[in-house]
T-cell receptor
Framework: NAGVTQTPKFRILKIGQSMTLQCTQD?????MYWYRQDPGMGLKLIYY???????DKGEVPNGYNVSRSTTEDFPLRLELAAPSQTSVYFC????????????FGEGSWLTVV | AQSVSQHNHHVILSEAASLELGCNYS??????LFWYVQYPGQHLQLLLK??????LVKGIKGFEAEFIKSKFSFNLRKPSVQWSDTAEYFC???????????FGAGTRLAVHP
């Protein structure tokens, strides 16, 4: 019963490097989300998707890109990493919109040095 | 823009003490309300949610929350906490069709035996 799976769990990046955080879910959920959590702050929405081929910006999209080629996968791309992107990243999914429970992955700890 | 305020950033209790964590949101329309818990080293888990109906909502592990529309509040309560309740608790609100969550900054609860 995997649910939402994120990789890698931990990563250290140098300033200016790029990387992709992988997210996959096995619940056949249409809706997927990427959040970041900074110390002492709540989670903030980066991007979301309501189905394959459909993505949209959340509250803090700058410096990130996403794609949704399949229902299962929702990778988050960091281009030209900056120290401000040091954070914990959570992927999440739900079966639909309003009223549906959102399930979270275990998080990916990213440090940019 | 919507926002969520959690009144206490850190709470320290002894086992068997009663718990109440405050949460207020700033949105006048129809909202869905959630409490999530994050145990040390784990992902966010849903404690309880309110969509409509009875404003007193019961969740897992003996937690409950009361929605008071006139006060824009959704406070979390537990009559007797246990050491295993040590965690960070997040209040969140969503509105509209895409189930996008707005989180509060979180409350870190430490329960001492």
């Amino acid at each position: 019963n995997a649910g939402v799976t994120q990789t890698p769990k931990f990563r250290i990046l140098k300033i200016g490097q790029s990387m992709t955080l992988q997210c996959t879910q096995d619940m056949n959920h249409n809706y997927m989300y990427w959040y970041r959590q900074d110390p002492g702050m709540g989670l903030k929405l980066i991007y979301y998707s309501v189905g394959a081929g459909i993505t949209d910006k959340g509250e803090v999209p700058n410096g990130y890109n996403v794609s949704r080629s399949t229902t299962e996968d929702f990778p988050l791309r960091l281009e030209l990493a900056a120290p401000s992107q040091t954070s914990v990243y959570f992927c999440a999914s739900s079966s639909g919109g309003s009223g549906n429970t959102i399930y979270f992955g275990e998080g990916s700890w990213l440090t940019v040095v | 823009a919507q926002s969520v305020s959690q009144h206490n950033h850190h709470v320290i209790l002894s086992e068997a003490a009663s718990l109440e964590l405050g949460c207020n949101y700033s949105y006048g329309g129809t909202v869905n309300l959630f409490w999530y818990v994050q145990y040390p080293g784990q992902h966010l888990q849903l404690l309880l949610k309110y969509f409509s109906g009875d404003p007193l909502v019961k969740g897992i592990k003996g937690f409950e929350a009361e929605f008071i529309k006139s006060k824009f509040s959704f406070n979390l309560r537990k009559p007797s906490v246990q050491w295993s309740d040590t965690a960070e608790y997040f209040c969140a609100v969503s509105s509209g069709g895409y189930n996008k969550l707005i989180f509060g900054a979180g409350t870190r609860l430490a329960v001492h035996p």
